[in-house]
């Protein structure tokens, strides 16, 4: 799959290793496709093209076809990642998931000859494996080599050769839809409208996929059918929201935190207990997170995961001030910091969703996740759509 700024929410996320400084995870998603992959080749297509082997070798030869395509994945996400990384595009990580697998970019690319470029290195990198693993097949029909060897050395260069075509489709957000991006990019000067209109492009060609995947269903072609329609449920989406993303980059373009933060946020003074602070405060205002002051000055912050631990009997007896948690990188950022920057950090797990917003050390506001998202989608709502 194409590269992409869209942070993939799976079931679950595992890091698996890191290579030439790329963090690998594995969205538990993979691992149902994986599974597919094993069972249709090695009780559907294996048994057929080459008979009168065991049952336990065709499944062996479709776990190896698996195995091969998690290389082949990698492999094609890590060709466009180095090449992101050579024209100083970051990317957060690669992400194997149900659909394949996509290099997370954190910004788009600076101009269009890079996103050509990073675009265009990910079929480059199948058809160079398609072309090694059919010289493989070749040499091993050749020397005579196991049947096994020969069939999973062929099916593996059909998967890739397969994946290079699909791939060149002109649709976003696939890679064939980011060369034709770069290629209106660079003849029209905008790439705001050319990530629209391959958009558009995406949307439809996944709205045809959807429709292949239902002929194919009524048809009696259930898991065929089944895949077609997922597979363009999944490009229509990325489309649109790819799309969103860029109006969202440019909207946050060097706008200050300043410009987001909720002003005149909810306070609490040190001296009230847990239980007050509790009932008067959080009950009413559902926040999990509030500013600690003191006349004004700003002493830290405390949150309801800071009082989990506490006791019941405990929570009248201390005070806000005991358990407050001091001003420091963790709670507090800067008016002047940049929203992108924030976005981009905050989005991550490990993270507060919850910020206080500090102007030389007085308190001039908060910002969270969900207000950001909040105004974004009301901004969204009110932007031109192209």
């Not at 839809?177 to 990019?185: E, K, M, N, P, T």
């Not at 309801?304 to 507090?332: F, H, M, W, Y």
């Not at 507060?352 to 050390?361: E, F, I």
């Not at 910002?367 to 192209?386: A, C, G, Q, R, V």
Request: glycine letters at 8%.
């Amino acid at each position: 799959m194409a590269p992409s700024q869209q942070k993939l929410t799976g079931i679950r996320q595992f890091r698996l290793f890191t290579l030439f400084g790329f963090e690998v995870k594995l969205d538990l998603s993979w691992l149902l496709l994986a599974l597919l992959i094993s069972w249709s080749l090695g009780a559907g297509l294996f048994p057929q093209e080459y008979p009168d082997l065991s049952v336990i070798v065709y499944a062996w030869m479709g776990i190896a076809v698996a195995i091969g395509v998690f290389f082949s994945i990698v492999f094609h996400e890590f060709a466009h990642s180095l090449v992101a990384r050579h024209y100083g595009t970051p990317i957060r990580g690669i992400t194997l998931f149900i659909f394949g697998g996509v290099a997370e970019l954190e910004q788009e690319p600076p101009s269009p000859k890079s996103e050509f470029l990073i675009a265009i290195a990910g079929p480059i990198s199948s058809f160079v494996l398609a072309y090694v693993f059919w010289m493989i097949g070749a040499l091993a029909t050749a020397g005579h080599w196991p049947a096994p060897v020969v069939g999973v050395a062929d099916t593996m260069a059909l998967i890739n050769l397969t994946v290079a075509i699909f791939n060149l489709v002109p649709a976003f957000p696939l890679d064939g839809g980011r060369v034709l991006r770069a290629a209106l990019w660079q003849r029209k000067g905008d790439l705001r409208l050319a990530t629209f209109i391959v958009s558009q492009i995406g949307r439809a060609f996944g709205l045809a996929l959807v429709l292949l995947g239902i002929i194919a269903f009524v048809r009696g072609n259930l898991i065929g059918g089944m895949w077609w329609f997922l597979i363009g449920i999944f490009v229509r989406g990325a489309a649109a929201a790819s799309y969103q993303q860029l109006v969202v980059s440019e909207m946050i373009k060097d706008q200050p935190v300043a410009q987001f933060m909720r002003r005149d946020p909810v306070t609490v003074p040190p001296s009230i207990s847990i239980d007050e602070w509790l009932d008067d405060y959080v009950y009413p205002h559902h926040f999990k997170m509030y500013p600690v002051v003191d006349g004004a000055t700003l002493l830290g912050c405390i949150s309801v995961d800071d009082i989990k631990a506490l006791p019941q009997s405990e929570r009248v007896k201390r005070t806000v001030g005991e358990l407050l948690q001091p001003c420091s990188e963790a709670n507090t950022i800067a008016a002047d910091m940049s929203t992108a920057k924030l976005l981009r950090d905050i989005v991550h797990p490990d993270t507060r969703s919850r910020y206080m917003v500090v102007d030389n050390g007085r308190l001039v506001g908060v910002i969270s996740l969900k207000d950001l998202l909040e105004l974004i989608s009301l901004k969204l709502e009110i932007e031109p759509k192209n």
